[in-house]
């Protein structure tokens, strides 16, 4: 038994890899999830990906040791089940390890992928060598993932690194989740694509209007290099949402006294623009005791920091076994 | 070697216990810091308080296998110095823990007050079998410790838990620590006495006015029993503080998903009134998933909280060496 398999099951794609020890991927590939299709025939399209993975690296399934899935929501490691996905509709109490030992007849874990992430890339990248560190995904959503005394720490639940719904801001904008002025509702890339949207159709931004014809197609991006072109109005988003961001880092760093964090996701890849306004931020609400020597740093492993991450797990995992 | 000394070293009184094995406390004294007459001074008052207290019990020395001792303060456990402590002028950069064996000729350990508060409730109090907790202490000052996966969590130097100075109110009133709009700005018992002595002097409170006719002397608890007896004003000041807390409650448990919150301190004994509104604003805030089965309870171990963390520490301190 020498290959391990990582999945990073997503609400609009799952990607599946095949590793060796070591955690090198030797094959990999992405599928959509078709979510909408309920969770029996998402397992069915990844049962289909692992076999074409396996396929075409010509691999046999006795050769693989164990499946490692990383997904976005609520696992409870304690009651073994998905409590709650926003990005996988239906998925509310399943029982997603044991369905997938059954399924492929290998040992499953289940992680959030936010801490797979902090996993990843303190085994791979960022954090190497740091024992304490946070990690906050910023895209269409925040997530956040811890690795402490360097343990993946999941809290009592599984649950720890919520930072997307801490509340920053009393009667702040609605979110997803249902509560008001989450850091999510008010720093993630849809709440500055909502914001830029409100600029189009107010037409007080000439660099967006001349952008973006249809505010329906305005993503975070286009705010992000409106504010880099000078479009004032575009910038105070940024700059809003980067207070936001700076100061919601600055309260986790007060209680967990991290020796770094890392920002991973589709937006920390706008990179120095998003990077010195929120580090500005977080200088001026942190304590300085614990700003010494702290550092915010970008991920260094991308799309893979998931699925490196739920692979060394895996590994782990086996071992103990 | 039978006996262990645990001391608590506040800004206006020091606390010393000898314990036998099992950390009861066979014997125990305070006397007054005199935080006033700078660091060799206050060693010295220690030291005499030490042998008072071995003399009084009739414990020779000798069978004093070593001494724990907590502070209030950012203490470096890298650097092993107090980096900063509020409420001990002058002691910025003492390395505290050698100075005291060098004194002692005793092994000494060093650990913020709060942390050893948290670790002594996880031991013998109110978090018995939670292997993940927050404590805070509700006082003049509001700190913070953590035990994580069954052991106390400083983060990378020591400082985790500093929860009395997140930020929580943009542009909020001014705090000891030079920022603006901390937790223990808005929530501490200093804060909670001087918005009662603006009512005083406003004249709005009828019974503030009726309970103390010197603003000066007007205390935290002063407003609770105004509140409590239906004085409007005091009671939104009780109400507005616990607004804070609740929230800053539920940020901490979002990122560190506990098995159970613990206040303590002086403020936490007005018990049910400041419970009920501290909870129910936490519940509002927090994720649920993460407040499932999530209880926020008084400390039990009252005063002795931090000796008896320090002891539980020490004594496992000196079964490694």
Redesign the interface.
Known sequence: MHYYIGVDLGGTKIRVALAGVGDQIVAARSFPTGAGRGAAAVLQALQGGINELLAGAGCSRHAVAGIGVCAAG?Y?REEDIM??SPNLPGWDGLPLRRELEELFGLPVIVENDASAAAYGEYRHGAGRG???LLLLTLGTGIG?G?V??G?L???????????G???ML?DGPRCG?G?SGCLEALASGTAIALEGRKLLAAGTSSLLREKKGDAADLGAADVFEAARRGDGAAGRIIEQASFFLG?AL???A??????IIILSGGMAASGDQLFEAVRRHFYA?V?P??AA??EIAAAQLGADSGILGILALLREYLSTQ
Do not use: T
Not at 153 to 163: D, N, V
Not at 254 to 259: A, D, K, R, S
């Open positions: 609520f409870d409590v709650h740091q024992e304490n956040g811890l402490l005394g343990k720490y999941g809290g009592s639940r599984g649950f720890a690194g919520e930072i719904h801490i509340p009393p989740c509560r100061r600055a309260i986790a007060n209680i967990l006294n991290p020796g609400s304590s005791p614990i020597g702290l």
